[in-house]
């Protein structure tokens, strides 16, 4: 059982978000409208519906990108035990102090990802494995398995929509905050993405620290979120349907 589990994803709220959805709604539904309309389709009073429906549902659901897809790579290891793929496996449990367990959870000891001493800037990216219309992502920091002497201050967003040619500029720096917080939430709002660069900063004493020296930068866990593809909508969307058509006849 993760001690920090995902957040509930039911709303879509940024601004930026809604245009992505929009911009799919209209594409959804043009490309069936030859089908719903057709004299001889059958099922049209089904089928519009439930297009509708899944058209309307993207606007309050993302839907989380299979980690194992994705590759992580990073210009700097502390050594084997903690490498940038440590962000995609996830284990999430890190410390006694944190977990509150006697004993820590087997697989959950080493699941980090961090760099080596005096290392407090770094790079990890993150190859998708294929194109996605990206929503958001979370990030986890880490404890650094309760020692507290490595954790990522600060990082800044760079995506590529070309296999990883070129990337966007930084975004803005973001604070990252403390591991015992759990998974903080960015917004990334982008289409065709097929990597993203965060460059990781360990700035000591800035940030909320809880350990007693800054000596590296790591990370703990890295979730991405897409638009829903549109078989996914529709299949929601046809089971909707059939369920309110059943419930009204019973």
Known sequence: MEIFPPRRKLEVMAEGRHLNLHRFQRSLLSKFDPLINHPSMKFNKLLSPAILFASFSTTHAVVLIDSSGI???????????????????GLTLEGLTNVGDA????????????TPNGV???V???????TYDLTDMEVLNTSNTNWNDRETDTFT???SIDGGASYSAPSSAITLQDYTLGFQNVPINESGVTHVRLNVTNDPGAGTDTGTADTAVGLNEVRFYQVPE????????????????RKRRA
């Not at 004993?103 to 961090?114: E, S, Y």
């Not at 990890?124 to 294929?130: V, Y």
């Not at 299949?235 to 369920?243: A, M, P, R």
């Open 71 to 89: 590759t992580a790579t990073a210009t700097d290891t502390h050594s084997a035990p903690f490498p940038a793929s440590n962000t995609l496996d």
């Open 103 to 114: 004993v820590r959870p087997a697989g959950h000891q080493n699941n980090h990802w961090i």
């Open 230 to 245: 549109p078989s996914f909508a529709i299949l929601l969307g046809l089971g909707s349907t059939f369920f309110l058509r």
């Open 157 to 159: 967003v760079e995506t």
């Open 120 to 122: 407090l800037n770094s």
């Open 124 to 130: 990890i990216t993150f190859d998708l494995g294929s």
